[in-house]
């Protein structure tokens, strides 16, 4: 997946095969693993998947996250 963040005046991306949330941001991890970056929320801008990741919702929508408002 792609990673997509704006740490000043132009955008940047790191490739990366797995992340984990936290409170502050978000881990990035190669495929064997190991820490290969941090973006705090912040500056985080979106994360694409690569061809062959998107996952395919029922209904076309994403279930609603039990803390977003209406």
Same mark, same amino acid.
């Given at each position: 997946?792609?990673?997509? @963040?704006? %740490?000043?005046? &132009? ?5 990366? @095969?797995?992340?984990? +949330?936290?409170? /502050?941001?978000?881990?990035? /991890?190669? +495929? ?7 973006? %705090? /929320? ?13 996952? &395919? @919702?029922?209904?076309? +929508? %994403?279930?609603?996250? &039990?803390?977003?408002?209406?």
């Amino acid at each position: 997946m792609k990673v997509v @963040f704006k %740490p000043g005046n &132009a955008y940047e991306e790191i490739n990366c @095969f797995d992340f984990r +949330e936290y409170d /502050h941001g978000i881990v990035l /991890h190669d +495929e064997q693993g190991y820490n290969i970056g941090y973006v %705090p /929320h912040e500056i985080l801008s979106h994360i694409e998947p690569h061809s062959g990741e998107e996952v &395919a @919702f029922e209904g076309g +929508e %994403p279930p609603e996250r &039990a803390d977003e408002e209406d």
